[in-house]
């Protein structure tokens, strides 16, 4: 079967960097997205990850690496407004995405 | 910044009744998807749409559920006889590409169902 695990929940400090993890096994991939979902609105897109490394935008980073099939997206300064949920998905070999259940980042003052 | 529109914001409904959610894509958009998020769940692919027709199904989009474009602008999921269980956010959403791996999805701000 297909699955995309992530944590459940992260907790960080104002400032500081985070990492969160994702790990998938699809059948097969062409591209992996990372959203960003505030309580009660909708995904928003984030990055997106074809090729093994890292893309940098802003405060915001993602990597990727297909052998282990995992990836990270990398917050760095983080704002009281980055609480979320950050939601893992994989394009599948049918260009279907399968969502992670996401990570809850709760930021601290 | 074009985006993806949703009606209604929230419908309250009884169980056994029909609802109609609508979504305007973003207009040179021409894959559209519904997706449903049980409250504190993942997201869930229910369908994707193309050329006036279904290119995907899920398991959940079972005959209960239908989805049509009955102009140039709308993308409606009927949902006929709903159950407790439908209870949810349903996303919108569109691409201008579907096949390609380069897709990403514009999110409508979603529906939220209550089924009582």
């Known amino acids: 079967g297909q699955n995309i695990d992530q944590p459940t929940e992260m907790t960080a400090t104002e400032g500081a960097i985070v990492q969160i993890n994702c790990t998938y096994q699809?059948?097969?991939?062409?591209?992996l997205f990372w959203y960003q979902q505030h309580a009660g609105e909708a995904p928003t897109f984030l990055s997106y990850n074809v090729l093994d490394g890292l893309e940098e935008k802003g405060r915001f980073s993602s990597f990727l690496s297909r052998s282990k099939g995992y990836s990270y997206l990398l917050l760095k300064e983080l704002q009281m407004k980055d609480s979320a949920s950050y939601l893992c998905a994989v394009m599948d070999s049918n260009y279907q995405l399968i969502w992670g259940a996401g990570t809850k980042l709760i930021i601290k003052p | 910044e074009p985006e993806v529109t949703q009606t209604p914001s929230h419908q309250v409904t009884q169980m056994g009744q029909e609802v109609i959610l609508r979504c305007v894509p973003i207009s040179n958009h021409l894959y559209f998807y519904w997706y449903r998020q049980i409250l504190g769940q993942k997201v869930e692919f229910l369908v994707s749409?193309?050329?006036?027709?279904?290119?995907?199904k899920s398991e959940i989009f079972d005959d209960q559920f239908s989805v049509e474009r009955p102009d140039g602008s709308n993308f409606t999921l009927k949902i006929r006889s709903t159950k407790l269980e439908d209870s949810a956010m349903y996303f919108c959403?569109?691409?201008?590409?579907?096949?390609?791996?380069?897709?990403?999805?514009?999110f409508g701000a979603g529906s939220r169902l209550t089924v009582l």
């Open positions: 959403a569109s691409s201008v590409a579907g096949g390609s791996g380069a897709n990403v999805l514009t």
């Open positions: 699809t059948s097969g991939f062409n591209g």
């Open positions: 749409f193309y050329n006036n027709e279904i290119s995907e």
